[in-house]
């Protein structure tokens, strides 16, 4: 698939998740919560947050040839 990963694939916390997948992108923090509360059904599926950032260093300079 190159340039893109699936940071949700694989066995986390409340899984399987539906795949949410990023393209040249790092995750830095996955948080994932289920979809139900005690009896109550809040979703058919487990939520999830994943905190994305630049995988290669961003500024001025990035990308700069020597």
């Known amino acids: 698939m190159g340039r893109w990963t699936i940071h949700t694939a694989g066995d986390v ?3 399987p998740l539906i795949d949410h997948v990023a393209s040249e992108l790092s995750c830095t923090g996955l948080r994932t919560w289920p979809g139900h ?3 109550l059904a809040l ?3 487990s939520g999830v947050v994943c ?3 630049p ?5 001025p300079d990035a990308g700069a040839m020597a």
Not at 55 to 59: E, F, L, M, W
Request: aromatic content about 0%.
């Open 13 to 15: 916390e409340h899984g």
């Open 37 to 39: 509360s005690a009896d």
């Open 43 to 45: 979703s058919d599926h």
């Open 51 to 53: 905190r994305l950032v």
């Open 55 to 59: 995988a290669s260093p961003v500024g």
